[in-house]
């Protein structure tokens, strides 16, 4: 007697379930940013899986503690902001037209940063992985401006072309723009055009000396 052939139940294809993970670990990751722009210094698990509607243990099964889950969602944050920066800046433009993009550049990501910069520095403090992804922030920073005011660095002599650029990289550093923002109470427009005013003063009084 022949048997039937047995009745297969249907698989999970392994790019299905790494699909169902990859979409619970994103919405574990997108609930944290969002508490963190929130103001949450540090969002705690149970807020966390509430928002991403799952449980407090998935939220273990994704991530082996809050630090790990954390630093995930900085470098989400700070990777956003630099997949748009690879563009080479125009360098036979005029500097103030130049000057204009820098500034709009780093104050757009700068913003997105400033409602959880907090979070961020604290982050920094209780992780070398989030500090060292921080770095890499102010090292873009200061390369995109060497890019981006070649031309005006070059014609400086060596110790003055790495003052003017340091103080170009401090004065458009994350710090800068939170002050000017938080502390001075400036509009988002107004922060910018103090940013053009002292980029523009750094590089005439590179020009005097």
């Not at 994704?62 to 944050?77: I, K, Q, W």
Request: aromatic share 6%; glycine share 6%.
């Amino acid at each position: 007697m022949e048997l039937e052939p047995s009745v297969q139940l249907p698989q999970v294809q392994p790019a299905a379930r790494g699909d169902r993970v990859a979409r619970t670990r994103e919405a574990i990751v997108s609930s944290t940013l969002t508490l963190a722009m929130e103001g949450e210094v540090a969002p705690i698990v149970r807020d966390i899986a509430k928002l991403a509607g799952v449980s407090a243990r998935t939220v273990f099964q994704h991530f082996a503690d809050t630090a790990e889950l954390y630093v995930a969602v900085l470098g989400r944050v700070l990777g956003t902001g630099r997949n748009g920066d690879v563009v080479e800046p125009d360098v036979r433009k005029p500097l103030d037209e130049r000057i204009s993009t820098v500034v709009s550049k780093r104050s757009g990501r700068y913003e997105m940063l400033r409602p959880m910069w907090t979070f961020v520095q604290a982050l920094c403090r209780r992780s070398k992985e989030a500090a060292g992804k921080t770095t890499e922030l102010y090292t873009d920073n200061r390369e995109e401006i060497a890019r981006s005011f070649g031309h005006e660095l070059t014609a400086l002599s060596g110790e003055k072309r790495e003052h003017t650029l340091n103080a170009l990289a401090m004065v458009l550093a994350p710090e800068s723009w939170i002050v000017l923002r938080e502390r001075l109470g400036l509009t988002a427009d107004q922060a910018r055009d103090e940013w053009r005013f002292i980029v523009k003063a750094i590089f005439k009084d590179g020009t005097e000396h």
